[in-house]
């Protein structure tokens, strides 16, 4: 049975990608919550930004999706 671990090259970390994208969905729903505040605590409507902020939330669970997809692969 030969040793085929030291011919292994080392795989290169990918947990910036679930910190972009833990940080990405957190900024999306700080914004959802922002918005439904804004709409009891006011009369005026919440701005565009924060719409645009919202769409963080399903770019960071892409993301995650992503990082989970290639940190679960194996190395051959």
Same mark, same amino acid.
């Given at each position: 049975?030969?040793?085929?671990?030291?011919?292994?090259?080392?795989?290169?970390?990918?947990?910036?990608?679930?910190?972009?994208?833990?940080?990405?969905?957190?900024?999306?729903?700080?914004?959802?919550?922002?918005?439904?505040?804004?709409?009891?605590?006011?009369?005026?409507?919440?701005?565009?930004?924060?719409? !645009?902020?919202?769409?963080?939330?399903? !770019?960071?669970?892409?993301?995650?999706?992503?990082?989970?997809?290639?940190?679960?692969?194996?190395?051959?």
């Amino acid at each position: 049975m030969s040793n085929t671990s030291s011919e292994q090259t080392p795989r290169r970390s990918a947990s910036w990608l679930l910190y972009v994208a833990m940080g990405l969905f957190a900024i999306g729903l700080l914004a959802v919550f922002a918005i439904f505040g804004v709409g009891l605590l006011t009369d005026s409507k919440p701005g565009v930004w924060l719409y !645009l902020l919202a769409m963080c939330a399903p !770019l960071g669970f892409l993301l995650s999706i992503v990082y989970a997809l290639w940190s679960g692969r194996r190395a051959r």
